[in-house]
């Protein structure tokens, strides 16, 4: 693909995403993704407003921010095991999220950066390289695409991806970006490290012995999520993602220094709002997902599951 041609379909796609709202949809989702540039692409033609397919309702139409000074809780691994193990099954109970601190015996120091700092890159790549390999199908393992749901949702969101699925089945190294590729990998093996700590925790808090969890195949599925958000002109009318649930069993993140995520709480007097999720340095977040709760309801277990957005 020539520059001149790429350059050329991000500027049709963002002249078609910018028309009419009664326009049709259908054909100005085509001419987004045909472009295969992704929302950077739409930065790159030197778009100045949010395009309609983008624009999305007020997020805090069912709810309030929260309170300042309202957080998602903290499990800290240099305490001692059992309280460790109670902190994690109220946290997951309690929030459905929370910040794991201290660690650096999973994590050594510096390693979500790195992973973090080399799937930047890739996205901002020239067009044409970036557009080798856009496609939606997780060919390989690997897909790199903008918004998984970009057919379905009634708007998009202000994001591209790039999907590695490394389990049960491996996927084929040679189609990660060899931009990023060691550090995905590397990344990979950490972060499968701290979902199995973390799983343990959860068992031993909630009365299972330590491996209940893992032993109901609870780490063989995993799945790799790198969102890229655009730099936005006007972000108060879009969203990087919008507000859902994970389906997996529990989402480990690495969040940079920008944030933008937010937890939909319920409190004990069944008031609702989102709270701020701070990026805190040397914390990664833990989400409890849908799969999880599934898990806790059969062993009769209640885990509170809260929405985010981002």
Known sequence: ISARQTQRDARNATTMAASSPKSDRAALLKAFDEARTGVRGLVESGVSTVPDLFVHPDPYASAPLAPPGVSIPVVDLSLPAHLVAAATAAAARDWGFFHLVNHEALVPSGHPARALAAVRPFNELPAPERAAHYGRALAGGVSYSSNVDLFRSPAASWRDTVQVMFGPTPPNAER???????????????????????????????????????????????????????????????????????????????????????????????????????????????????????????????LELDMMSY
């Open 176 to 302: 990660i970006p060899s931009v990023c590729r060691s550090e995905v990998i590397e990344w990979e093996a950490h972060a499968a490290a701290v979902a199995r700590a973390v799983m343990a925790l959860l068992s031993e808090g909630l009365g299972l012995g330590g491996a209940a969890l893992e032993e109901t195949s609870c780490l063989e599925g995993k799945l790799m999520v790198c969102h890229y958000y655009p730099v936005c002109p006007e972000p108060e009318r879009t969203m990087g993602l919008v507000p859902h649930t994970d389906p997996g069993v529990l989402t480990v993140l690495e969040q940079d220094g920008i944030g933008g995520l937010q937890v939909k709480h319920t409190n004990g007097d069944g008031e609702s709002f989102w709270v701020d999720v701070k990026p805190e340095p040397g914390a990664l977040v833990i989400n409890v997902g849908d799969l999880l709760q599934v898990n806790a309801i059969q062993l009769n277990i209640s």
